[in-house]
Structures are given as C-alpha cells and as structure tokens.
C-alpha cells in the first residue's frame, strides 16, 4: 500500500489558494495570490527540498494545468519532475504531451492507485481532490508549511464542518 502526502502552503487562517503568484488562481476575486514569496529564505529552501523528493504525484486537474505549463521548462528547479508519474484527477481531460501522465476518473481509480505498489504519492495544491481524499480517508500525511498571514478570504484547505 502506498501513502498518500499532501504538501501544502497554508496560512494561519488556513487559506491555501495560489500561495506562488498572482495570476496562479485568481477565482472567486481572489486578489492575495504571491502570498508564499515574501517568506522564502534557506531554510524554506533547505526545507522544500526535503520534501520534494521523488514520489509519484497525484494532482486535481487545475493544479496539473499550472503544473503542465511550468515545469517541464523549469525541472532543475525539481529533479526528476518529469520522469515521476503525474496521476490526474479529471473528468474533463484524457491526455497530455508531459511525459508519464496518467488521467484517472474517479475515486475508485484513486483507491486502486493507494492499494498498488510504488513510491509514495504526493499531493500539491489540488484543493477540491485534497476534500475529496480527507473525506475518504485516504490521506496519511499532511505536510503542512505554514506561514504568518492572515488573508482574510480565499480558498481553504479544511472545508468548514
């Protein structure tokens, strides 16, 4: 069985939407997008390439759509984000030219995926998959970077309950 992580930047009042740059998602009016950048040092540094070791990643299709359009071009920023399989989650897309993509449908896929074996699986930012996985138990791990803002607004990692 393989463990499902999540990675993610989050902000005191647990906000996780585009914590890397403005235009990264602006939905709902969201006007804060950057937020994450003014705390980079090294040690975030030092930190972040700990994490980002080589595991599978398993992504929402917006998520894989920022992705798609950033990494291949930056990799030595990633080692081995290209030849790590991409698992996405999408009722919408069935293909992709980034190598080693594989589109899954459903929960079901998911489950199956969790139950094989393999490197752990990775999630970054992918918030509608992330509620999907923590209200079907299927998240072992939360990585959790969390910085000293409040933003007030946007798109949160807990769903309130």
Known sequence: MRKIIVLSFITLDGVMQAPGGPEEDTSSSFKYGGWVSPYFDEVADKVMEKQLKPADLLLG?????????????????????????????????????????????????IEKLKNGSGTDIQVHGSGELIQLLLKNDL?????????????????????KG
């Open 61 to 109: 299709r917006k998520t894989f759509e920022i992705f798609e359009g950033y990494w291949p071009q930056h990799s030595a920023n990633w080692p081995g984000i290209n030849e790590v399989t991409k698992y996405v989650v999408s009722g919408t897309r069935e293909t992709s030219d980034w190598e080693n993509t594989i589109f899954l449908r459903n929960l079901t896929d």
């Open 139 to 159: 998240v072992d791990e939360l990585w959790l970077k969390i910085h000293p803002i409040t933003l007030g607004n946007g798109k949160k990692l807990f769903a």
